[in-house]
């Protein structure tokens, strides 16, 4: 059977072991490809995951069929006591690097290239192949028959060490490549972090209390150079070829430009960033259109590298000492420099979080000048023991906001400031308002208690407050808030209700009509609801649920204010944090008078006794999907209904949604909803569901 199939080339039998286990290899080698490489995915993740537990269960039954290059095999091997050397049988070398970060570090580059070719000016440009120099570690990939057999980093040229196992577990790293390969194909590139994998990997480790990686490049190296497989499998590494090492039964392409192709259609990552360019004046346009590119790119370059494109060229140009003459590096100003930190200052975020920032002696980083960079928090300020007066290397790379990363211990003067202790530092008050600052358990950073009274958090408490799901104040958006906060308007929440038209009208760009419908507005949402009151005070980890389930098992808003620690937990869903902070809210004197003074501005609600047992709760334990425009309810009020009632509002149809609501021009939602067979309303259906 299995004979025939491979003579007549039949499809593959699902039934026979090997060719099942060769078919799913077959397809998630090019599903990987897909994700990792093109990021382009076809396949949901669920099914991808599906395929491969079936290729695991059948190798698990089958072990004989396992082989080295499976998809299952990425993450294997054991802690290593150390790294095996490898001898590379071509050797890594490295290139010239042209320090002239202006356009004429190309024009020098050329000038070598031609005068070294022996071309006369009147003999036309030589073309270069430009790519991106990235900012990683370099490794040797070696591809046998097509399957990775060996992964080396570069060491000192002529010895590496053997990284296979982890560079396994990069999932853009092809086991096999795609098409016809060559009996031996080394493939070198760079393996690197990109910035927002290095972001959260960071803010990973600030979490966990532990140690931050000072750049991606570190990180990235650290990761390969790591004994313990399963942990360099848990950082999120990433590659780009970008050149040849030993090859042996494969015609070379004529061109660096074609090699690149070529390992592109072998299923290597190539950056797209490359172009084929002429003379000194197509490099010097490639250097300035990815320099202005540069914060944009996902990952730290830190310049650019021209090639030579012609191979039969590089061949006559060959090397001095390590460095080939047919390539050179250009260079970008530096992401990292070295400063001094003449004071440490706390910044009052506009949720309440307070944030050491260094202030520096400014420096020229990553194309901007900087004078001040974040130190996260406290704890991570105290583990790099940044002192006033120290030497920091500060980093600026991207969107990303300056931050210190380390200290020079060797640097430090002796009358350096104390180890940074925040609470003593503000003498426990905050700088902006004077409110207790405080700090929850397991969290690490500080926050001021101020809430709504606090300056720094009076926008975000305004806006927070007018929202439509708190107090509904249409017109009260972020341009208008910024104008009355910003022009002393307002400080208060009250005060909005002290604004007036003429005040409002006389706002820049506010017509009189619009400062009417505001102050209108205002009005009319006084008339609200305790829950809706208790969300807009914006409470820390109080939101809509909460506030819904607070104010069902208390009735009466000042039973929750004077409610303890445990009479709050006793409310279902409340845990000791929600409770705590509660607590610490109504603790605050100013916000208790912000709060006496919004209702006698005359906002109010009706108020109850606390209905938590008895009110009838349809919807308990019940998911809902809506979808499309409803003859009456608008969706708000719908969601509102039904979380009254117990129930949740979900954002997309599975198969544990319990019912759909559709309304008119009802979408894909509708037709998913059909095919799993999950029962559909409408809002009259809807209506009968709420009244039990
Ligand atoms: S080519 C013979 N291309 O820069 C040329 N290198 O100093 C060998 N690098 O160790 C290198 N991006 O880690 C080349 N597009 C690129 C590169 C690149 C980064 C690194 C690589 C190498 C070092 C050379």
């Known amino acids: 059977m299995t004979e025939q199939s491979s003579l007549f080339d039949a499809p593959p039998d699902p ?13 998630l080698h090019r599903h990987a490809h897909r994700y990792y490489v093109l990021d382009d995915p076809e396949i949901p993740d669920a099914e991808y995951d599906r395929l491969f537990q079936e290729l695991q269960a059948l190798e698990e039954a089958h072990p004989a069929l396992r082989t080295p290059d499976s998809p299952t095999q990425r993450v294997i091997g054991k802690v290593l006591p150390g790294f095996t050397p490898v001898r590379h049988r071509v050797p890594m070398l490295s290139i010239r690097t042209e320090t002239d970060t202006l356009a004429s570090g190309a024009a020098n580059f050329d000038a070598r290239v031609r005068r070294e070719l022996g071309l006369a000016e009147t ?19 070696r591809y046998e028959n097509g399957v990775l057999v060996q992964a080396a980093t570069r060491g000192d040229g002529e010895t590496g060490e053997d990284v296979t196992q982890n560079i396994r577990t990069i999932g853009q790293i092809p086991l096999r490549l795609q098409g016809v390969a060559p009996e031996v194909l080394e493939v070198r590139g760079e393996v690197y972090m990109r910035r927002d ?26 990761a390969v150079r790591q004994l313990d497989p399963a942990i360099a499998a848990r950082r999120p590494l990433s590659f780009f070829a970008y050149g040849l090492g030993e090859v042996i039964g494969w015609t070379l392409p004529g061109t660096h430009s074609g090699v690149l192709d070529a390992l592109d259609a072998f299923g290597l990552p190539v950056s797209r960033e490359r172009a084929v360019v002429q003379g000194a004046e197509g490099l010097a346009e490639f250097h300035r259109r990815i320099g202005a590119q540069r914060d944009a790119l996902p990952f730290d370059i830190d310049g650019v590298v021209y090639k030579v494109n012609r191979l039969e060229l590089q061949q006559r140009l060959g090397f001095v000492t390590r460095e080939p003459r047919w390539a050179v590096a250009h260079k970008y100003p530096a992401q990292e420099q070295l400063t001094q930190v003449d004071d440490i200052y706390i910044q009052v975020g506009r949720t309440g979080k307070l944030t050491p920032v260094a ?130 308007l307002i400080r208060t929440l009250p005060e909005l209700y002290r604004l007036g038209v003429a005040k409002l009208a006389a706002l820049e760009r ?26 807009a005070l914006g409470i820390r980890h109080v939101g809509e649920a909460t506030a819904r389930d607070l104010a ?48 006698a501005a005359g906002v109010e609600w ?23 425009t409803l003859p009456t309810l608008s969706r708000d009020e719908a969601k509102d209904l039904i979380e009254t009632a117990g129930g949740k509002v979900a954002g997309s149809v599975s198969k544990k949604t319990h019912y759909v609501v559709a309304g008119e021009e009802a979408g894909s939602k509708l037709a998913k909803a059909q095919e799993l067979g999950v029962p559909i309303l409408d809002e009259d259906g809807l209506k009968a569901l709420l009244a039990g």
């Open 123 to 141: 003999e036309p440009p030589v073309e270069y192949a430009c790519e991106l120099k990235f900012d990683g570690l370099a490794v040797n990939l």
């Open 359 to 488: 202030r520096l002696v400014p420096v020229f980083v990553g194309g901007v000048t900087v004078t001040n960079a974040t130190l996260h928090n406290e704890d991570e300020t105290r583990r790099k023991d940044v002192r006033v007066g120290d030497t920091v290397i500060v980093r600026r790379a991207g969107d990303v906001i300056p931050e210190v990363v380390a200290v020079v211990p060797d640097r430090r003067p002796p009358d350096a400031g104390e180890p940074f202790d925040l609470y003593q530092r503000l003498g426990g008050r905050c700088p902006v308002c004077g409110s207790d600052i405080a700090r929850e358990e397991g969290e690490v950073d500080w926050r001021c208690t101020g809430g709504l009274f606090c300056a720094a958090q009076r926008k975000q408490a305004i806006l927070h407050y007018a929202q439509r799901r708190a107090m509904d104040i249409e017109g009260l958006g972020e341009r208008l808030v910024d104008q009355l906060v910003d022009g002393g």
């Open 552 to 599: 069902r098992h208390f009735g009466r808003l000042d039973r929750i204010m004077d409610a303890s620690v445990e009479q709050l937990l006793e409310v279902p869903d409340v845990g000791p944090v929600v409770a705590q902070s509660i607590r610490t809210f109504f603790d605050q004197p100013h916000n208790r008078e912000v709060v006496e003074q919004l209702r």
């Open 197 to 222: 994998d290095f972001e959260r990997l960071n803010a990973r480790q600030r979490e966990a209390n532990e140690k931050t990686f000072v750049n991606p490049r570190n990180a990235a190296a650290g």
């Open 510 to 535: 506010m017509a009189d009509k619009s400062a009417q419908n505001l102050v209108t507005a205002l009005e009319q949402r006084k008339h609200t609801t305790l829950p809706r009151f208790l969300f």
């Open 15 to 27: 039934a026979v072991p090997e060719e099942r286990v060769a078919a799913l290899r077959e397809l």
């Open 606 to 628: 009706p108020e109850g006794e606390g209905t938590a047992s008895d009110a009838p709760r349809p919807l308990l334990g019940k998911t809902l999907v809506l979808t499309g």
